[in-house]
């Protein structure tokens, strides 16, 4: 749940940017005592400002506060399993500067720090922004991640086993100076939906990420799930599918990421079809399904499947009244994404489906960095 000052300055916002006492007071639920002195405190550090409004008729002038929204930033750090996204954002949530770049494979703990700390610390030179107003950043990961105390457990799509427990949240802080916590990538990716996508403020919401890994996020009763090692939440990628014998990055046989998953889906390319290099890649396998090609259609119809088991298992769980998805296997015209579309609307129910909505993330590539400055918003500001 956001703090008080953040409670504060949600509720001011969202009445574009600018409210009263009482206005503020009503939405955040706070006793008096404790918003004015809150509120104080953020009018002294400049956070907020305040402007007095004549009354239209008779009466006391209204003080109206505002958000001065370039008093403090905050740093959503997104590290995916072939690209890590950054970006800076202001009080509104404007991206004030963004950076993408390729993910490294994992070559080691001293390595790994000192190019994802220099990263960080590129961008935030390159904005120009004031250091001390940066408050706080929080860091996304496709893996598994201890996230009450910021460590990396594992990040198996780009080299990082299971056990490595990479103490992520200490060592940015160190070498960046800044407070710092850690998520997994997809619990980034529901935060962010929920507050900003097509669907912001949808109760009971799950996000699905088709792309070099499968994975899904979860909002329930309009409370993000944090996932946790021995705790899962929207693993879906590591169900274990009957039939599939491919050994997955966490060690299973036969998860469902071990074949529908970009890289897994060239590999089983090469193993089922080595006399067609030319299928030996996601893309190329899409793109070729989709023009009819027997091999390429029998390969992704059985990712498809894959998909809509794991996606439909969610559905079973949590109800959602939406289902957004995202990565580089969710494309609108792509072949398995609309195949994985059809599986799961075979799979359940007609009154389940006929309530849910089904999108395409409007996000982009930050949509998770997005979501991870939402929540280094929440913890440090």
Not at 53 to 78: C, T
Request: positive net charge; charged residues 15%.
């Amino acid at each position: 749940m956001p703090n008080c000052d953040a409670a504060i300055l949600d509720a001011i916002r969202s009445r574009s940017g600018q409210a009263s006492r009482k206005e503020i007071q009503q939405a955040t639920g706070l006793s008096w005592g404790t918003m004015c002195a809150q509120i104080n405190q953020l009018l002294s550090d400049g956070t907020l400002l305040s402007e007095r409004l004549q009354p239209a008729g008779r009466g006391r002038p209204v003080l109206s506060l505002r958000l001065n929204q370039q008093a403090r930033y905050m740093v959503g750090l997104d590290i995916g399993a072939s690209q890590t996204k950054i970006v800076i954002c202001d009080l509104a949530f404007r991206v004030m500067h963004q950076q993408v770049l390729p993910t490294p494979y994992y070559q080691g703990e001293k390595h790994f720090f000192a190019w994802l700390s220099g990263r960080v610390q590129d961008c935030l030179q390159n904005s120009g922004l004031a250091r001390d107003k940066i408050r706080g950043l929080c860091a996304a990961v496709s893996g598994n991640v201890d996230s009450e105390n910021g460590v990396l457990v594992s990040g198996g799509n780009f080299g990082i086993s299971w056990g490595a427990d990479l103490p992520l949240a200490a060592r940015l802080s160190e070498r960046c100076q800044l407070p710092v916590c850690s998520v997994t990538t997809q619990a980034a990716a529901a935060w962010a939906e929920y507050h900003f996508g097509e669907h912001a403020g949808c109760g009971n919401l799950v996000t699905i990420g088709l792309g070099v890994g499968i994975g899904s996020g979860v909002v329930a009763n309009h409370r993000l799930l944090i996932s946790q090692p021995g705790r899962p939440i929207g693993y879906i990628g590591h169900l274990l599918m009957p039939g599939n014998k491919h050994i997955c990055t966490c060690g299973f046989r036969g998860c469902l990421e071990a074949y529908s998953g970009a890289h897994f889906l060239r590999q089983a390319a090469r193993d089922q079809l080595p006399h067609r290099p030319e299928l030996h890649d996601a893309r190329a396998l899409d793109q070729a399904a989709a023009t009819g090609d027997p091999d390429a259609v029998e390969m992704m119809n059985l990712a498809a499947s894959y998909n809509a088991i794991g996606i439909a298992s969610m559905v079973q769980l949590y109800s959602p009244d939406a289902i957004v998805f995202s990565g580089g296997q969710s494309q609108p015209q792509g072949y398995v994404y609309q195949q994985t579309i059809q599986a799961i609307n075979g799979i359940l129910p007609v009154e389940r489906r006929s309530r849910m909505k089904f999108s395409l993330s409007r996000l982009g590539v930050i949509q998770s960095a997005l979501g991870a400055a939402r929540l280094a918003y929440e913890k440090f500001i």
